[in-house]
């Protein structure tokens, strides 16, 4: 027996242009001749295999993802939960989305994008964590890593972290 499932999922799409269109195929879909009816089928059965397909499906999306959170985190695996203080996991989180306040400070005063002076490169956490070189000696004291996933990770030292970043303000 060869039985396709579709799961549709129908967001709210007031506002949207094309909602008449979305309309129109949601009432389709509901009428159609090939629904099953899911009560049909016990949930115990069919909840493994969405689990299994909703994950996997975030993890391709995740894998093909260019987002500055991605380059610090290579799995969808959830960060281990970390004893430190409040601020800083709130730096730490900051940080691996790449949204603090000298990278994105421009947005708020409608400013031209922060350049170092010395090496010309726009400020973001990559730079300012790994490549710039007026932070080289101070990225040296403080004993940070080399790659953004090893400085960003779970094991990270804090106190170094966040006293780097300290020194560099």
Known sequence: MNINVNFVWIPSHIGIAGNQ???SLAKL???STEAVE????????????????????????????????REVKHSILPWKSTPNKRLHQIILSRL?????????EHLLES??????????????VRPILL?????CME??????QDTLQAILSDGTDMN??????????
């Open 131 to 135: 490549e710039c070189p007026l932070y």
């Open 160 to 169: 170094n972290l966040t006293s780097y970043l300290y020194s560099i303000n």
């Open 38 to 69: 899911i009560r049909s089928i016990p949930h115990l059965d069919v909840e493994p295999v969405i689990k299994n397909l909703v994950i996997n499906a975030w993890r391709t999306k995740w894998n093909q993802s260019t987002s500055k959170l």
């Open 29 to 31: 879909a509901v009428l």
């Open 21 to 23: 269109e979305v309309d």
């Open 139 to 144: 990225r040296l004291q403080y004993k940070l």
């Open 111 to 124: 400013e031209v994008k922060l350049q170092c002076y010395v090496c010309d490169i726009v400020l973001n």
């Open 96 to 104: 691996r989305i790449g949204q603090t306040a000298i990278t994105h």
